[in-house]
Structures are given as C-alpha cells and as structure tokens.
C-alpha cells in the first residue's frame, strides 16, 4: 500500500493562533478550531491553503466527554492526501455554524448529520431530516440511543452460544415488533402533522401572470419512491411551471438500512459483507475502501498479489458498473431494454469470475484485511484473460457504435444538465459527474492507494460538463480500466494473498482513519474511529451517490419535467449507498 | 448527414440478429460433425458461458442449469462423517467460533452436555441457523477450524413459510461436500491426515 | 399445451380433499392461463431487485415463464415481488400499492431481508419482513437469491396457482373480494393501525411500571 508522504504541510494552528489547535489525540490528526470562528478558517481553507472541495461532513458522540464532535474531511482538486479538520460542541447542546455558505456540498450531510446526530447547524437553508421521517423519535447514531430489537452493546451477543436456544428477535420486545414508543404515547390521539409539509414549504412557490391576466400556478408533482426509472425507491418532489422545472427536493431514507449503527455494534471484520451492500453493483469496490480503511488504522501491509487481484475486481467492477449505466441511461431515455440487455450479458460473464473467485455474483465478501480471502485460480485468470483481451474491448466498441452517434440520444444529452466545473466543485461532486465538468480529479492518480501508481492509464475528463459528456467519460473510462487490466494481469507476481494469518478478530489501534478509493460512482470513503475495542467506535461511510445528489436541484431547474429522469440517470445513483 | 448514427446503431442490432441465427446453423452443422449440441447438453451451456457465445444467451432453467463454481455459497449446512455402522459422527465441537463470527448473528448453538458426568462434552446439542437472517457471507465456514460447517450449493430453497433450519435440516454427509466442493474437501482432508500424523508422531515420539 | 396434457392433473389431490374439491378441467384452463402470464410488478427496493432484473435479462430470460411484463403500476400486476429490504418508511408506499393491486394478486418475499428483516434485521429503521403486513405466498431464502434461485421461487408460485380453484379462490366469492390492508402510519416510530390498542395499552403499562417488572 502506497501512504502519499505528503502528510498535509500546512500549519494551521499558526495562521490562527488561539482558534485552531492541533488534535493531538493518540492516533487522531487534524485541527481543532474553534465552533465560533468555523466559518472564518474554513473560508481560509478553502481559498488560502487550496482545499476546495470539502469531500465529508460527519459527527461523532463522545458521551464520556460530553462532546460532540463534527469531522470534516477536504481535499485539493490538484491532487495529494486529504484535509482533516473538527470542531468541538457540548452534547447536551451541540450547535454549530453550517458550511453551506462556503461549501454547498455539505447541505445534504449536514442534515444527515441533524437527523442521525442531533447536531444543530445554524444558517443551515433546509435542516430537516434526511434519512428518517420527520417526527421520528431520537437521534438514532447517539450512543446512548437504542434500537427495538437492542440486545447488547458489541457483537458477538452472549444468547448466541453455549445456551443458544433460538428465540426470534421479536420475543424480546414488548410490542412483539422492531418498534418502540415514547412513554406517554397514545396512538389514538396521536394527531400527526403531516410529515410532508415541512417537505412542500421548503420548495420555492412560483405564481405567474401571463399578458391575458391568466394566472399561473405552480404544481407540485412527486416522483417516487416507486416510480419505475428512480432507480430504486429514490423519490423527488417537483416544483412545476407548465413542463419546467422550477424548483426540486430529493427526498430519501426510503432505503436507510441503518448501516451505520449496525456497523457500530459489529466487528471489524463483520463488517465487511455488510459493506457489499452498499453499492450492490460494485461489492468490490466497497469492500476496497473498508479494507484500506482498517488496513490504515492497524498499520500492515497487504500481500502484493493480493494488491493486483483487488485492482484487477476493482476494474472488473468498474467496467460493469459503467456498461450497465449506460443500459440503464438509455431506459431512462425510453430506448427500452436493448442496449441494457446488451449490457446486461458482459455483466453475467464478469459476475462469472467473481462467482468462481469470491463465491457470490454480487455480494462478493471478498476482501480481508491484509489480503482477500482467496487466492484467483487459474481458471478464473484465464478466463479474466480471454475476457480483458478478446471480448470486452469489443464489446465496449459496440457500444459505443450502438449509441455515441445516435442523434437521437445526442439531442437528448448535448447541452442538457449543465454543470459548470465551479459548481461540480463547491457541491462536492467526485467521480464522473465531475470529471466531465472538466475536472480530471481521479482519486487513482490524485492520491494514489493500493497498486495503482504501476499502472498507465489516463484520467478521463471531458470540459463540457452536460449529460452527453457525463456518457463519454464513461465510455472511455471502461477503456481506461481494460488499459490498467491489461498491465495487472501481466505483471501480477505469484505469492501470498493475505500479510500474516487469517483471523477474525483483529487487533485495532485507538485512532481514526478515512480510507477512500476512486469508486465507479465516486469516491468512497469510510471515516472510522476505534477506540481499541474489536467493535469500531465510529463508522462512517461517504458515499458517491448521496453526496453527488446535491447539485441535483441545480442540474434539473430550466430544464423539462421529461428529462429529470435522464439528469438522474446520468447521475448514476444505487439506493444501498445513497440511504445506506 | 443526419441519421447516420441512427443507422450506425442499427447496424449493430442487425449484426446480433443474423449472429443469432448463424450461430445455430453453426452449431447444427457442429451436431451432424461431432455430435455436440447448443442446448440441453454442459458443452452447450459452457459455450454459452465462454468469451465466443454470441446468439441466444439464455441458459433455460429449470431443464438446463447453469453449474455453480466450486466456491459458490448459499446457505450453510454441518458436515458429518459417515462411521462404520451408519452413525452420522458430526464433526463440529460446538467451539461456537462460528456463532460469534456471524456478522447478522443468526447461528445459535447449545453446547451438549454429557449425561453421565453432567459436564460440556464437544458437540452440539441444538443447532440453528436461521436462513431467513443468513446474509450467505461465508464467514462461518471460512473460520471454523474443524472444517465442519460449509457453504452448501443448493439454491432452489423457495419455500411457502419461513425457513430456520435446526440440526436435522443442516447436517449433511461428507461425501455429499466432496462432491460439490472436490478440490476444497481434498485440501483439508490432506492437511487433516497430516496434523493427525503430526499428533501421532508426537505422541509415539513422548511414549518412546 | 395440448388437450391431453390439460385433462392430466399435474398434481396430487389430498386425500382429505378428494371428495370436497371437484378439479375440472374449467380450473385448469383457467390456472393454465394465469400461471402463464404473471405480471410482476415493476418494482425495486434493494440488492435484490438486481438480481430480479438479471433474472429478467437475456441469461435467464423470465419471459419464458410469460413474466416479462413487468408493470410499472400495480394496476396491472398480479405478482409483488418484493425485492429487498423493506423499511418503515417505505412500507406505508408498499401497502399502498398492495391495496391497488387487482385480484388475483400474489407477494413474493424475495431475499431474507424480505422474508424476516435479513441482516438488516436489527436495525431501527427494518421492518422485520413483509409479511408483518402482507400475506406472503412465497418466500425464498437467500441473499441474494441468484436468478435460478428466484425462478424456482415462481415455479413453486406457479404451482401453488394449479392448485387454485375457481371455485374456492377469494375473489369471486361474495363478501370483500379483495385483501385490503390498512395503510400503517409513520408516527415516533411505526403505528401498525390494526394493533392500536395493543400498543395502547403496552405503552401505558410500560409507562406506569409495575413495581415486579424489573425482576
Ligand atoms: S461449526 Fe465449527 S465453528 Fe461452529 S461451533 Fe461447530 S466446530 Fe465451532
Ligand atoms: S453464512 Fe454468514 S450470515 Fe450465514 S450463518 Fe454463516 S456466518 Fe452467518
Ligand atoms: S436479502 Fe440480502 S441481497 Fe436481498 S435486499 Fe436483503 S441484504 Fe440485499
């Protein structure tokens, strides 16, 4: 595993004296600044030391010291490692400026961080819940908030083994369901508010009068959560004039599998199929990031075969990912199943070799830490072989024959979606939502991990930042990866797969690290704090779709009601990880 | 010239058309040569699986299956061995390594006690794995250090109620595991042999 | 299907139920006909309804089953493959389709976050599976299901419709024709309407502890 040297030069405790301090923690870096000045030395960040793109905003509870705390993390669009910096709060009142001002990429996390954490942003131009519905009870990511079905603090659960008579979950609990209610509560008289209308309120309102004297109205339409091209049970509310938008809330949570707090009670190692659910198309590509993220904190190197075998399932995956956007985007587009079946077939032969490798199609569990959890056969290598030299390269071409040229879908993307690459930037896109707006920020070159410094290949960007370009570089990302296959499946040395034993109890440092990888998406990232325990404290997942969502409002208004659809295809969202 | 696209894509589509039907005159030829057929038969599913397929791409289960790879995973299941007089000697220790490895926690075990001495002896008493919970990680089998759980291959399990599988349900012979899993059975069953003789040799080496 | 395949009972009558159900060969054209074009509804929750869309692919082909037509609205489904994990914000959307789907209308809970919450059981956000709510006519185990997997979960729903009579199925009795569940409401946390008073009644007793409750 290649560490970039550049641990982050810049002193910032000097530029501001008495406000930032350094976090001298064991195992914790970054700076400490002041809540009251945030918004002062984040502007400095941003434009006097060049972090310009803030990548994740979380918060962690420490209830032993009656603090709460926000981590952000930034990085610099040129390349090099990334940016920590925290402020503090005190639990029983934690309000802090929101960034919105200086970045609007931590709109929709920072109110992930309110629902999830309770955290007050002041200045915030929307801070509802995100995830749950608003009226829910608690802030579920406390620590001393607990679920319906709570057993015990850390897995593994003591009912388990020896005496482990089996007993459903839903035995345990006073209302024989994974539910739990306020004392005083009478469902009777519970007069709810409707949940929505926070929702409708914070929608622009648009009135109009034409010539005539005829008066406009707006309409207000919902799209989703079931509605068959959202991709999953993702919903928007639509503000209308006539067929144009005026304005556009995401709405989500409908998919919010409580990852996190999950997450916090497993293992280490447990969570690692937990992380093939996230992006369900890419398991590899997340299992990537947790394992570099744990790798970090324990400080060991992983196997060098095993390094190549994970960048060869990584591209792998990224090239499906890809072929599969590009099915989807034209089902979106009302160009029915033929280019997704097309696409659909490289996609089966591919799951081929993870099948035979890791064991599942899609929820590969792949990775381990230090390693992965078996070696490629032969069998599988020859076949990755035949499949990277003599069909997909093909393949890849014929759909680029299929498709690029097509005028009807080049009427339907050219100019459509325009994202400028200030925008792209300030919302925290990553991946290829903000390479085609022409910034060639890819995480593989930027801040290289694993192998991937062995490897040519070219960072694909493309200037003009519409939905047309957003099709191009993926198209010629694909390319790329067959590029990078080519190189790994030649030079993967035989060897060991795994540094030291395999086991399933590790041994983790009192720390924190942020791992994260260029995933077909967008960058994944995975902050995790451990406090020595075999459990992680904090585990915290960045994800590529929920955060590349937040420039949705800005892409849809002007255009037309019909081509939503298509803004989001090419936005390329997965549920599992935008709800997590 | 407008269209020109249009066409180009067209084209594409016209390709995997005659492809689908040149392909099966192909392989009607290949059927009158050398006997071997597109459909119904492994080396017809195999090329449907392979870098050349092209044409029809559908494998038609449930008359034809496609053949899961020696490291597919479904739902577990306990291996036992098969004694002399047909006595099922099931090979876990009830350790419980399993159960706590279990990222959904879903295996529960009651460890067995010896009647007579009243004292855990190493087996289980009861068994679950709740199949309805199971996430098909494969952690169970990969860290039990007595090779007796594994990942089984069968996944036709639809069933019209929920599915928690107790012992009987789990246990499975060994022979039954080295015929999904042959090149894994035989590994273990080898270092198996090995530790055993390594354990004799010392033994025989303290007698001495 | 010719005529001699459709006057041979592909199945086994109960001897209990030999002389109570008269199977014609009127049910079997009509079974025939409605096994062969389930309709599932289009409709995607989780992991899972990749897996139903690979099933739906040119690998494995459910149009051979005469279930290709996904239908986007439940107005035109007869099968709810639900498809992942269903969580409490979402099921109040669930029922509601439910309810609007026609007669005769079948549930698959696909995966094992449908059938009881899954991995994701635990958590605070999961319902612990679908048929908390719906009636299920067929769960498969799995995680996901592969496509083979799911198809044999059909193939079993389509024998559970040869078993149907035409006579006895529900929706052509008198009475409510039609299964209607009540849509549950997202108060501090999931209101199940038809257990009202049970909640009532469990919170006030958790409210007032009686003194012996700790023990
Ligand atoms: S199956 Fe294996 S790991 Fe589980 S209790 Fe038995 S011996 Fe231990
Ligand atoms: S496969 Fe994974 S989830 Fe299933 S029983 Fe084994 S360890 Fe548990
Ligand atoms: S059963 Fe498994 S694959 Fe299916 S939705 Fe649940 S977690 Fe995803």
New binding site residues.
Partial sequence: MTTPASVSTVDLAARFPGIVSADSRPGYSGWIINADKLIEVATAIRDEFGYDLLSSVTGVDYPADGKMEVVYHAFKTTGGSIFVFKVQMPRDDPVVSSLVPVWKGAELQEREAWDLLGIKFTNHPDLRRILMWEGFEGHPLRKDWKEPFYEEELKPFKSRWPDGKHTIAEAKNPFRDNVQFPVGFDPEKYTFEDPEQALYTSLRKYQSEDKDGIKTDHILVNMGPQHPSTHGVFRAVVMLDGEDIVSLKPVMGYLHRNHEKIGERNTFLQNM?YTDRLDYFNSMSNNFGYALAVEKLMGIQVAERADYIRVIMAELTRIQNHLIWAGMMLNDLGAMYTPALYAFEERELILDIFEATAGSRMMCNYFRFGGVARDMTEDALRKTRELVHDRLPGKVDEMDRLLTDNEVLVSRLKGMGYLSAEDAINTSMTGPMLRASGVPYDIRRADPYSVYDRFEFDVVSRPEGDMYARYLVRIEEMRQSLKILEQALKQIPAGPILSGKPQYQVKIQPGEAYGRVEAPKGELGYYIVSNGKPNPYRYHVRAPSFINLTSLEMLCVGEKIADFVAILGAVDIVLGELDR | MYGKGLLKGLGVTFVRFFNTYWEDLTWMWRRVTTGEKRYHSAEGIAHRSSKNTRGIFTVQYPEEKLPVPEEF?Y??FLVYDEGADGAKEIRCTSCGI?SK???????WIVRGTDPSTGRPKPQPAEFY?DAD?????????EYCPFDA?K?DHDYELASYTRTLLPMEKLMKPASYYAEIRPLNAAREDEARKAKEAAKAAKAEAAAA | MDNNELNLPGYEIPDDMKNTVAITSLDRLYNWGRRSSVWPLMFGLACCAIEMIAAQASRYDLARFGMEVMRPTPRQADLMIVSGTVTKKMVPAIVRLYNQMPEPKYVMAMGACASSGG?FKEGYNVVAGIDKFLPVDIYVPG?PPTPQALMNGLIMLQKKIDKESISKVRWYRKGADTVEVPVPILGPDLIDVRRIPDIKSKVAELSNPPAQREA
């Fill in positions: 199929p | 995973r739902i577990p399993c490895v279990c990222p959904p926690q879903c295996i794995i919970i199971c996430m098909n990680c494969g952690f169970c089998a759980i990942m | 991995p995680c």
